[in-house]
């Protein structure tokens, strides 16, 4: 059971593959890999339901590879958020937290099949579910997989992991009186070109009204206070 100080009950974590990366830049480095489930672990801690998309961008970006198959580079990024999703569920679970992956391309030797309703059992079980391969589908990111996952599963909030601890008005590396936005509407932020999530994403989540905070992760107890309802990061919402 969540405890009373919760906003969020139930809700979708999204995580680019490059914090997983750590200081190495590509691949998996195992010490950045424990740094996040600590992070996703104190949350879980909460009460919270918790499931996670990861990315795959630390090993290959199917949009990026212009001389291939577009399809065929975009499921080489798929089977990438695979590794990434292992990583991270073995990190966690020596933190002694039960987890589940469902991958949305088939690989039932490595990981459960996304099922829906399955998915939504092991949350209310406690466990927290990687949900990885993104959505099966080529063309589209892992903020979208994010986004439906979210939607899917009902959850309460889309929280976006970034380097940046927000949204701000401005480039801050660019224009030292940027300050940080801690609430915008969908519209607001559509005018201003704010760069939330990709298109497709974010239109996902306007029409389904489902909110969006981006924050930093990797700070400390950032999940948490976002889950209590903190002022953390940014909240894009209705
Ligand atoms: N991808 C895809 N369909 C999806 C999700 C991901 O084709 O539903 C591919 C796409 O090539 C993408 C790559 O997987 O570039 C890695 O995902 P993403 O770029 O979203 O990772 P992140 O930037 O979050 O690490």
């Not at 809700?11 to 914090?19: F, Q, T, Y």
């Not at 918790?50 to 970006?61: E, H, K, Q």
């Not at 939330?196 to 990797?218: K, Y």
Request: with cysteine.
């Amino acid at each position: 059971m969540a405890t009373p100080s919760v906003k969020y009950r139930r809700v979708l974590l999204k995580i680019g593959g490059e914090s997983l990366a750590g200081s190495r830049g590509a691949g998996i480095d195992p010490d950045a890999a424990r740094a996040l489930a600590a992070r996703v672990v104190e949350a879980h801690g909460l009460g919270v339901e918790l499931a996670v998309v990861v990315g795959g961008g630390n090993f290959w970006r199917g949009g990026e590879h212009t001389d291939m198959n577009r399809a065929t580079a975009d499921y080489i990024g798929m089977l990438g958020t695979v590794m990434n999703a292992l990583a991270l569920q073995e990190a966690i679970e020596r933190l002694d937290v039960p987890t589940r992956v469902q991958t949305a391309i088939e690989m039932r030797a490595v990981a459960e099949p996304y099922i829906r309703r399955k998915a939504v059992a092991h949350l209310r079980d406690g466990r927290i579910v990687i949900f990885a391969a993104g959505s099966g589908n080529p063309y589209f990111t892992t903020d979208t997989a994010g986004a439906l996952r979210a939607m899917e599963i009902g959850a309460d909030a889309l929280l976006k992991a970034t380097k940046v601890d927000g949204a701000y008005t401005d480039d801050p590396m660019i224009d030292p009186n940027a300050t940080r936005i801690d609430r915008i509407t969908y519209l607001q932020a559509l005018n201003r070109g704010l760069k939330i999530l990709d298109a497709t994403a974010f239109s996902l989540c306007m029409d389904n009204n489902l909110p969006i905070i981006v924050f930093r992760l990797e700070d400390h107890e950032s999940l948490v206070r976002v889950l209590q309802g903190d002022r953390v990061g940014t909240l894009v919402a209705a």
